[in-house]
């Protein structure tokens, strides 16, 4: 069990559902107030350290209310991705890890600008652009396949798409401390480090969840459908050997299960043609099923 893991046991309750739908209200409810105030935003909510450590720490969560456009057609567009983004990856991973990506992101860019603050004695306000685009990272990592159409025409796979937007990452990075632009604009590098911590956050999750190819869509619907063959068949004399439990994983090679290995890992496999699960020792070992 890894540090996730155990932090969703602990504090998976406390978690969010349908975060986006949530999130996409604010960037809505952010919009209205930048066509009625341009200013408002800048003045009284935006990730500005200095108002935050003078007793504006409202700040901390308000400048998520930042809207990823100005332009009604290209926010509406914008919305609906993100939020497609955004409720496919909550079903794919639980509300608890979806909460802990997308708030982790936030913290990132708390600190970060703190950082930036206490250290350079400039004020660096971090906006909401790269921890969004953040999602597309983790979705991309989770579904690679999933075609988009480009410009509503061309079919493109998230993975490539997910390529773009890594160099669109590392080229804000590199910009954001060249001379000509990170030495004069400060927005530039308030960009570079809003980047690099996106990323970093991305790169910390995917590296404490890099065995999810067990709950990716084709694992869940074989586990899906294992459980239904399980339901429908009556206890046999492993339930009686369990006082009346019924296993919930079983070996297909050695035929152990949960119940009397509890320390054992039990994964399915990606490659067995049918719903065929396999202990740690056996996973990597046994013969495929075609």
């Not at 509503?152 to 390529?163: D, M, N, T």
């Not at 996973?283 to 495929?288: R, V």
Request: aromatic share 20%; proline share 4%.
């Amino acid at each position: 069990m890894n540090w996730i893991s155990k932090l969703e046991c602990k504090f998976g309750r406390f978690a969010i559902p349908n975060l986006m739908y949530y999130i996409i209200i604010l960037y809505g409810v952010g919009f209205v107030l930048d066509y009625l105030n341009p200013y408002f935003y800048i003045q009284y909510l935006s990730l500005n350290v200095s108002e935050i450590l003078h007793g504006q720490i409202w700040r901390i969560v308000t400048f998520l209310i930042q809207p990823p456009s100005n332009h009604l057609i290209f926010l509406i567009i914008a919305l609906y991705f993100y939020y497609m983004i955004g409720k496919v990856l909550e079903q794919t991973w639980g509300a608890f890890r979806f909460n802990l990506y997308f708030f982790t992101g936030v913290l990132f860019h708390v600190i970060a600008a703190l950082v930036l603050y206490l250290f350079s004695g400039q004020v660096y306000m971090l906006g909401t652009s790269y921890l969004n685009l953040s999602l597309f990272f983790a979705f991309a990592a989770v579904y690679p396949d999933m075609e988009f159409l480009l410009f509503y025409i061309l079919p493109v796979k998230a993975k490539w798409l997910a390529w773009i937007d890594g160099f669109f990452f590392i080229w804000t990075i590199v910009q954001g401390f060249l001379p000509s632009y990170g030495g004069t604009y400060s927005s530039y590098r308030a960009s570079a480090f809003a980047a690099a911590v996106s990323i970093l956050n991305f790169v910390i999750f995917f590296i404490s969840t890099r065995n999810y190819a067990r709950i990716s869509p084709v694992q869940q619907k074989r586990r899906r459908e294992f459980k239904r063959q399980m339901k429908s068949r009556p206890q046999n004399h492993y339930a009686a050997q369990q006082d009346g439990r019924v296993p919930k994983h079983r070996c297909a090679v050695c035929g152990r299960t949960d119940l009397d290995h509890p320390e054992l890992e039990f994964r399915y496999c990606s490659k067995c043609n049918g719903n065929y699960e396999y202990c740690q020792e056996h996973l990597f070992t046994h013969e495929h099923v075609k």
